[in-house]
């Protein structure tokens, strides 16, 4: 009996240092680093022509990826890519089946209770992508349907735009981006809610930018950062040493444009992030 008690503590002490293994020490193991993306949030994360995973954050998760693997000074590394959803992400986090959340997510105080954020990433704002020939202000949707993807902080804005402005608008809840530009082009819905550049991407790749018209307005701020497990310091101590230098050197550069094109240029509130959040060694 004291030796059954013996080896039963010994797989017990064995597993929860098993558990409460932080995720460099698993990386350095494993030599494999897991992100989470999702396949429908472009520019940020999607899935290409030939269903890789694709997008700025994508791309800016393989070069913090490609700087641990510095760090660690790992020989033998890759990337293993875990599709997530606007509903499962935070616990796919949480449960360590990811180490990286990589996709349009906004930090906020509320979301900072489940998981970790890793620096800045981008910073975006809530808008609204219109028909040419229908209303050309949020203002003028008194009485219409207002497209919004379910599960993310835009469909609050939404909610506290329509409040703040006083008009009655009938909500429809989209699966995807995809699918919100279905319904304003096939005239389901009369306007469809999110980031601007999300709403820029799909207006560009549409086949019928001349059919729509993207408002100037935008009704939130959306500073997006990485999501990571909550309480690793190590790990994110890892990631914004990696973003900084990504940032500090420039690197950064060959992300945004190999996302939004050769002649696109970062605001000049993304440039402040990115000078602000190239903190020094």
Avoid: N
């Avoid at 010994?10 to 293994?21: K, P």
């Avoid at 990571?228 to 500090?248: E, P």
């Amino acid at each position: 009996m004291l030796r059954a008690a013996i080896i039963a503590t010994v797989l017990l002490v064995s597993s929860t240092w098993s558990a409460g293994a932080d995720t460099l020490d698993r990386i350095r193991d494993t030599g494999v680093i897991k992100i989470g993306y999702r396949s429908d949030a472009p520019p940020f994360s999607y899935k290409s022509s030939v269903s890789e995973p694709a997008g700025y954050t994508v791309a800016l998760c393989r070069a913090v990826a490609g700087q641990i693997k510095d760090q660690l000074k790992l020989e033998k590394f890759s990337i293993e890519y875990v599709a997530v959803g606007a509903e499962d992400r935070f616990k796919a986090v949480q449960d360590g089946k990811i180490d990286l959340l990589c996709g349009a997510t906004t930090a906020t105080l509320a979301r900072r209770e489940l998981v970790d954020f890793s620096l800045p990433t981008f910073v975006d704002g809530a808008s609204v992508l219109l028909r040419a020939t229908g209303p050309q202000t949020f203002g003028d949707l008194e009485g219409r349907k207002v497209g919004v993807r379910a599960g993310t902080t835009t469909e609050e804005a939404l909610a506290h735009t329509v409040k703040e402005l006083k008009i009655l608008v009938e909500t429809v809840a989209v699966k995807d981006h995809t699918d919100g530009l279905a319904k304003l082009l096939d005239d389901e819905i009369s306007a469809y809610f999110a980031d601007r550049a999300i709403l820029f991407f799909l207006m560009a790749g549409s086949g019928a930018p001349e059919k729509l018209f993207l408002s100037e307005q935008q009704f939130t701020y959306e500073p997006y950062a990485l999501a990571l497990q909550k309480g690793d310091d190590d790990f994110r101590l890892a990631v914004d040493r990696a973003l900084s230098r990504i940032y500090r050197s420039g690197a950064i550069a060959t992300v945004f444009t190999s996302t939004f094109g050769a002649g696109a240029e970062p605001t000049g509130e993304l440039r402040a992030l990115y000078r602000i959040s190239g903190l020094p060694e």
